[in-house]
């Protein structure tokens, strides 16, 4: 009998103290979690401090060259997406010391919408400051949509080794219909409407779609047509290749009217635009932004490995 009440009293106490430690280690996990809030809080503030007075050195009272850069992918939630580009824009032509706006290129391309809504805002704000010119600059490459963008300056400016064209469209996609058969995989794809399963890589490519396909294609590639011959005017020398999606060198497109000279950002400020002072209007991801968007899906992942860690389940 006094053994059986050593065991009970024995459970008794190693269940207090598995609870009481259960317990420290959820505090300790709640405490780390506030810890990281605390600090994610705490360094957002700075680098917001950070960002705006950055932002605010950039600006003078003095009359300057406005500056707006298109870098990389033109597309929604990019540097490049109209949203920011046309709120720089708009921003440049507005402030009353803006002398002359430089958009720098340096872009392969992207979503032919993005890039047409560019295109519309300078035709639209060079229309509504009819004084202030507005030039492209391109860098490396000013391709595809890049070029779509540029075609609404007044004047085009590239290097002589920069690449520019591409204007064209395209649509990717691929197949494995040959590589299911070999594995022995049936796709089983239901729908309403006939057309739903439009151009399925799992299917046998439907004709009727692939002209569809095309047709489209065909129609977004006459309006960017469109508004090379409207941006470029008599200054295009019209080549059956022009059109095509082949590039050029810098050196080349000047040669058939795509670009109208040779300069860089501070040549075009300096003797184009006569006012050697630039301003940079470009509107990126700032530095909290950054911060919040990295830092968030790091904290999530160490809150869950570490909630994974310390719960009941996984108690190590």
């Known amino acids: ?184 995989v049936e796709r089983r794809l239901l729908t309403a409407g006939e057309n739903k399963g439009f151009l399925d890589p799992f299917l046998p490519v439907d004709e009727r779609q692939k002209e569809h396909a095309q047709a489209l294609l065909t129609d977004i590639h006459q309006q960017f047509i469109a508004v090379v011959r409207e941006g470029r005017g008599k200054r295009l020398k019209e080549t059956p290749e022009m059109f095509s999606g082949l590039i050029w060198t810098g050196q080349k497109s000047v040669e058939l009217g795509l670009a109208d000279g040779f300069g860089s950002l501070e040549y075009v400020a300096r003797e184009v635009i006569k006012t050697e002072e630039i301003v940079d209007y470009t509107q990126k991801e700032n530095l909290a932004e950054k911060f919040a968007r990295r830092f968030g899906a790091g904290a999530v992942s160490a809150l869950l490995e570490t909630m994974t860690r310390y719960s009941p389940a996984g108690l190590r």
């Open 1 to 184: 009998m006094a053994d059986s009440d050593g065991k009970w009293e024995r459970d008794v106490l190693e269940k207090l103290a598995f609870s009481a430690i259960k317990e420290q280690r959820r505090a300790r996990l709640w405490g780390i979690f506030f810890k990281l809030l605390t600090f994610a809080y705490i360094t957002v503030l700075i680098l917001l401090a950070f960002d705006w007075k950055s932002k605010s050195d950039a600006v003078t009272d003095g009359k300057h060259t406005a500056l707006v850069e298109v870098n990389g992918i033109i597309g929604p939630g990019t540097d490049a997406s109209a949203e920011r580009v046309n709120a720089a824009l708009r921003a440049a032509f507005k402030d009353p010391n803006t002398q002359g706006v430089v958009v720098r290129v340096n872009s392969p391309g992207g979503s032919p919408v993005q890039a047409q809504n560019i295109y519309d805002e300078m035709r639209r704000l060079r229309v509504k400051y009819p004084a202030i010119p507005l030039h492209v600059v391109v860098e490396d490459v000013c391709a595809s949509g890049g070029y779509f963008v540029a075609a609404g300056a007044d004047r085009i400016f590239v290097g002589k080794a920069s690449i520019v064209g591409s204007i064209g469209v395209r649509m990717d996609g691929w197949g494995v219909t040959g590589l299911m058969d070999k594995l022995g």
